[in-house]
Antibody
Framework: EVQLVESGGGLVKPGGSLRLSCAAS????????MNWVRQAPGKGLEWVSSININGAYIYYADSVKGRFTISRDNAKNSLYLQMNSLGAEDTAVYYC??????????????WGQGTLVTVSS | EIVLTQSPGTLSLSPGERATLSCRAS???????LAWYQQKPGQAPRLLIYGASSRATGIPDRFSGSGSATDFTLTISRLDPEDFAVYYCHQYGNSLYTFGQGTKLEIK
């Protein structure tokens, strides 16, 4: 069974940093591109970042570019999101998601339960 | 960035009726890399349709997707009470993914 379990969310002050982790199991992690998607309270979905199977191709939404860094450790079956210079607009549930098919963009068919990041003083 | 605009914002229908949701892209979506998701309160989104018209594993056949280029449609042929939720379209043909703002399907 595919499982994606996020951790690392919490309350952080404006300008602070946080590192999210996603532990993957039930599939060959190194074969799938991965993404972070967020959802502000009561709002819609916003794609944040993606990383291909070996980290050679990385993309960010304009809203986080230069502040967030996505990475992965295939040996540990883990995905990460380092978030710096956080602002109130970054308050959201952050979902770890997996592409439907190996090694190419194919739709996001597995989602974690999400981890809440709250940026407030 | 490809902007996806969904309409209507809210759709009020009764169980058994047919629902038609629209998603329009600001530019052509490469290879019809367009997906639809369903999200219920407190839950993560669920993939319904990928490649504009292919149903994901386990999705009932009352859900169907159609369209190409800039105009896409999700149709639910006969609404079941469990179908009332928020629906999002998503393009993944461009390296910078984007989502539509969502359509809320509510019980009339």
């Amino acid at each position: 069974e595919v499982q994606l379990v996020e951790s690392g969310g919490g309350l952080v002050k404006p300008g602070g940093s946080l590192r999210l982790s996603c532990a993957a199991s039930g599939f060959t992690f190194s074969s799938y591109s991965m993404n972070w998607v967020r959802q502000a309270p009561g709002k819609g979905l916003e794609w944040v970042s993606s990383i291909n199977i070996n980290g050679a191709y990385i993309y960010y939404a304009d809203s986080v570019k230069g502040r967030f860094t996505i990475s992965r450790d295939n040996a540990k079956n883990s995905l990460y999101l380092q978030m710096n210079s956080l602002g109130a607009e970054d308050t959201a549930v952050y979902y770890c998601t997996r592409e439907r098919a190996p090694n190419y963009n194919s739709g996001l068919n597995y989602w974690g339960q999400g981890t809440l990041v709250t940026v407030s003083s | 960035e490809i902007v996806l605009t969904q309409s209507p914002g809210t759709l009020s229908l009764s169980p058994g009726e047919r629902a038609t949701l629209s998603c329009r892209a600001s530019q052509s979506v490469s290879s019809s890399y367009l997906a639809w998701y369903q999200q219920k309160p407190g839950q993560a989104p669920r993939l319904l349709i990928y490649g504009a018209s292919s149903r994901a594993t386990g999705i009932p056949d009352r859900f169907s997707g159609s369209g190409s280029a800039t105009d896409f449609t999700l149709t639910i042929s006969r609404l079941d009470p469990e179908d009332f939720a928020v629906y999002y379209c998503h393009q993944y043909g461009n390296s910078l993914y984007t989502f539509g703002q969502g359509t809320k399907l509510e019980i009339k």
